[in-house]
């Protein structure tokens, strides 16, 4: 047998036919890996979120965030969001970066969220695209693939979403 037609045979069976594709999708199911995206990318902004803030107070069951003085600051002399004064930018980068990772790890309005998570990255790395490093913009580019297949596929079958 011609090696060359032994490599083309192989190309053209889809990915789903591939035996190593069926054995490791019936060990880990789809809804886990939908799961750990979730999970990564909502810890990832979560930590983000945690760095601008400097307190909290509840508004009944609401949050009001406290910004502090090194988020203002980094807004208004690096981070050059587009038509959105510093004050502004900084709070709503707070608050999506607060809320919405908690709507994605459950999986409650999960491709809404996770939407919303990618404009936000979207908006960062325009905004500070020249400050970031080969491998940060790695990782915001990671970070919108995993965004996108969420906002594609949904939160899959182990979320709030699913239940509803």
């Known amino acids: ?39 990564d990318v909502a810890w990832q902004f979560y930590k983000a979120g945690l760095t601008k803030i400097a307190g909290v107070d509840w508004y009944f069951i609401l949050p009001v965030f406290e910004i502090n003085s090194s988020t203002h600051y980094l807004f208004e002399s690096e981070y050059h969001v587009p038509f959105l004064p510093p004050e502004t930018a900084a709070m709503l980068a707070a608050y999506g970066e607060l809320i919405l990772p908690v709507f994605l790890f459950v999986g409650l309005a999960g491709r809404f969220s996770a939407l919303l998570l990618f404009g936000l990255n979207v908006v960062a790395v325009i905004s500070y695209f020249s400050g970031l490093w080969f491998t940060g913009l790695i990782d915001h580019l990671i970070w919108e693939l995993f965004l996108l297949s969420l906002f594609v596929h949904g939160p899959g079958k182990i979320s709030l979403d699913h239940l509803i």
Do not use: G
């Open 1 to 39: 047998m011609n090696t060359m037609t032994h490599t083309a045979d192989i190309s053209k069976t889809k990915l789903s036919e591939n035996p190593l594709f069926e054995k490791l999708a019936k060990l880990v199911p789809i809804a886990l890996v939908f799961l750990a995206l979730r999970i």
